[in-house]
């Protein structure tokens, strides 16, 4: 396997071991969206959101996983670009908003 795609899915892997580790983003973002009330950015949800739902997923996952010989897990090749996405844009969001904030603040 390439380095590129090597530090592209690795932490992936690790959310395989441990699924309950993918509630960390989702935690993060959703106290970043609930800070950022009133007027907060939408990719800050749609972030909460989408990474509570790969937790639950990966944690049906991982069961499953126990149950059968050599799982595959081809998902993680569309699930994967999905969630960096989206992480990457409600980063984005965030400090977009948070430095609009800061400049209205200290004008």
């Not at 993060?28 to 990719?43: C, E, H, K, V, W």
């Not at 997923?57 to 799982?71: D, S």
């Amino acid at each position: 396997m390439s380095l590129l795609g090597l530090l592209f899915f690795a932490p992936f892997a690790l959310l395989v071991a441990q699924p309950y580790l993918a509630l960390a983003p989702a935690l993060i973002f959703g106290l970043g969206y609930a800070r950022l009330q009133p007027a907060p950015p939408r990719s800050l949800l749609a972030a909460t959101v989408l990474w509570a739902l790969y937790a639950a997923y990966e944690t049906y996952m991982f069961f499953w996983a126990k149950t059968v010989v050599a799982p595959i897990r081809v998902d993680l090749l569309l699930l994967a670009p999905i969630l960096y996405l989206v992480t990457l844009f409600a980063a984005v969001g965030w400090w977009r908003e948070a430095r609009r904030r800061s400049r209205a603040a200290g004008a």
